[in-house]
């Protein structure tokens, strides 16, 4: 993924260096963007035709330069009823609304999602690195 948030850096710095303990969210989130969030937020989220965030399992780290922590199984959307525009972008929240974006990237390929398409990612296919 591109990168973490200003949220989630915050937290991960004020945890180690300041003191003030985090406590991971639960369950993580998926959204799908069709216009690109940032560091601060933002971005256009999909929405209508039974959109909704994906919750997902416990990602899977290993590694050292980089340290990665993956997908260890498949996030699949439900089936679209209507159309949701062309995907560019996937964040990660702690939330299945609102909440905080934790982490984000551009798709290597753009997914245009109409009515009936199940927009899936594979086991593996969401990295989040750490160099």
Same mark, same amino acid.
């Given at each position: 993924?591109?990168? #973490?948030?200003?949220?989630?850096?915050?937290?991960? @710095?004020?945890?180690? #260096? *300041?003191? =003030?303990?985090?406590?991971a969210?639960? +369950?993580l989130?998926?959204? @799908? %963007?069709?216009?690109?969030? =940032?560091?601060? *937020?933002?971005?256009?989220?999909? =929405?209508?035709?039974?959109?909704?965030?994906? &919750?997902?399992?416990?990602?899977?780290? &290993? *590694?050292?330069?980089?340290?990665?922590? +993956?997908?260890?199984?498949?996030?699949? %959307?439900? +089936?679209?009823?209507?159309?949701?525009?062309?995907?560019?972008?996937?964040?990660?929240?702690?939330?299945?609304?609102?909440?905080? @974006?934790?982490?984000?990237?551009? @798709? +290597?390929?753009?997914?245009?999602?109409?009515?009936?398409?199940?927009?899936? %990612?594979?086991a593996?296919?969401?990295?989040?690195?750490?160099?």
């Amino acid at each position: 993924m591109a990168g #973490f948030s200003d949220y989630l850096e915050d937290k991960v @710095l004020d945890h180690v #260096f *300041g003191g =003030s303990a985090y406590s991971a969210p639960g +369950t993580l989130y998926v959204g @799908l %963007f069709t216009a690109a969030p =940032s560091d601060t *937020g933002g971005g256009t989220e999909c =929405s209508g035709g039974s959109y909704a965030r994906k &919750s997902m399992a416990a990602m899977t780290v &290993s *590694g050292t330069s980089p340290t990665t922590a +993956t997908n260890g199984a498949a996030v699949e %959307f439900v +089936t679209a009823t209507g159309a949701w525009g062309t995907v560019t972008h996937v964040g990660v929240f702690d939330a299945a609304s609102s909440g905080n @974006l934790m982490a984000w990237a551009e @798709l +290597t390929a753009s997914k245009t999602v109409a009515s009936g398409d199940v927009f899936r %990612f594979d086991a593996g296919d969401l990295d989040i690195t750490l160099a």
